[in-house]
Structures are given as C-alpha cells and as structure tokens.
Nanobody, 112 residues
Framework: VQVAESGGGLVQPGGSLRLSCVVSGLPFNEAIVSWIRQAPGKAREWVAT???????MYNTTVEGRFTASRDDDKNTGYLQMNTLKPDDTAEYFC???????WGQGTQVTVAS
C-alpha cells in the first residue's frame, strides 16, 4: 500500500486549500482515509477520518471548516479546508488507517 498527499501551500487567514490523498495497493473503496497534522513543537493531532461509504468524523477544532471526502473512481481522498487560521499551520499527513500506511506529508502554512 502506498499513500501520497498533495495540495499544501501558503494561504492567507480566511483562505482555503484542498489536500488530496492518493492510495494505491488496495481497493480504494475499502480504504479508511485519515488526516493527521503536526505543527512545529506540538504533538500529532488527528484531524478527520473518512470511511468507505463516505461517513466522516472530525476533530472539534476543524468541524464546520474542514470537509473530508472521497472519489473511489479516482482512488483519492480529499480534505477541503476553509476559513483557515494560523493555528491550522502544520504538516498534514494522510494515513490509510486499515494498514496504518502514512504518506510523506504536505505543508500547510496560514499566514498574512
């Protein structure tokens, strides 16, 4: 199983970004796509999980601002991040939770 994220970057407060996570090596419709982030000097923090069939759960710190989704035809999970805050600055990792396979991470920086 391999996992690869993309879509990070620099955005101003209040802006939006969409992260993508391509999972290969297993049927994507069986993949459990979780998003984890780690800010400098802080512990890793679970952000969201998207299950086969589309059910999702969110950390309360992002609920209402972030949306996790999936496109099984494209083997891709997404994390749409809106109303970004400086506190959202972190390295974001995609994890296929069923196999505990991590991607390499993508940096998100929210700053003026």
């Amino acid at each position: 199983v391999q996992v690869a994220e993309s879509g990070g970057g620099l955005v101003q407060p209040g802006g939006s970004l969409r992260l993508s996570c391509v999972v290969s090596g297993l049927p994507f419709n069986e993949a459990i796509v979780s998003w984890i982030r780690q800010a400098p000097g802080k512990a890793r923090e679970w952000v969201a999980t998207n299950w086969p069939g589309g059910a999702t759960m969110y950390n309360t710190t992002v609920e209402g601002r972030f949306t996790a989704s999936r496109d099984d035809d494209k083997n891709t999970g997404y994390l749409q991040m809106n109303t970004l805050k400086p506190d959202d600055t972190a390295e974001y990792f995609c994890v296929e939770a069923g196999t505990t396979t991590w991607g390499q991470g993508t940096q998100v920086t929210v700053a003026s």
